[in-house]
């Protein structure tokens, strides 16, 4: 009676580490094949995030610099004269191959835009 048991756990015991073995396998493999796609998929582009003259607008520019026509997001933020008050913006839309395109415009709501803190762009086909 005791043998029973003994073959019982046993057998429970490897099913279980065969089906977490399977389990890490299969989410590996999902976990890699997004990480390529996705680096595959979006490309960094040059931007320019230019505050305009008067200091309460900036002018959001990006250049699709991929062979085609792609779809583009940017996103800049901005230091202002008032404490932690740190405007961003993301805008995003098609935009043709090799063409520098004003992507948007951002009002800093009656504070002096001072600098960008931060922006990055990029294009996916």
Same mark, same amino acid.
């Given at each position: 009676?005791?043998?029973?048991?003994?073959? %019982?756990?046993?057998?429970? %015991?490897?099913?279980?580490?065969?089906?977490?073995? +399977?389990?890490?396998?299969?989410?590996?493999?999902? +976990?890699?094949?997004?990480?390529?796609?996705?680096?595959?998929?979006?490309?960094?582009?040059? %931007? #320019?995030?230019?505050?305009?003259?008067? *200091?309460?607008? !900036?002018?959001?520019?990006?250049? @699709?610099?991929?062979?085609?026509?792609?779809?583009?997001?940017?996103?800049?933020? %901005? *230091?202002?004269?008032?404490? @932690? #008050? @740190?405007? *961003?913006?993301?805008? !995003?839309?098609?935009?043709? !191959?090799?063409?520098?395109?004003?992507?948007?415009?951002?009002?800093?709501?009656?504070?002096?835009?001072?600098?960008?803190?931060?922006?990055?762009?990029?294009?996916?086909?």
């Amino acid at each position: 009676m005791h043998s029973r048991t003994l073959d %019982f756990q046993l057998v429970i %015991f490897s099913g279980l580490i065969i089906s977490l073995v +399977i389990g890490l396998t299969i989410g590996l493999g999902l +976990i890699l094949s997004g990480l390529s796609s996705m680096s595959a998929l979006a490309e960094p582009v040059p %931007f #320019n995030c230019m505050i305009l003259p008067g *200091q309460e607008v !900036a002018s959001i520019l990006m250049t @699709n610099s991929l062979p085609g026509d792609a779809s583009c997001i940017v996103t800049c933020k %901005f *230091q202002t004269t008032k404490y @932690n #008050n @740190n405007p *961003q913006i993301t805008c !995003a839309k098609p935009v043709p !191959a090799g063409k520098e395109v004003e992507m948007c415009l951002l009002s800093s709501g009656g504070d002096k835009l001072l600098k960008l803190t931060e922006g990055h762009a990029e294009c996916s086909k």
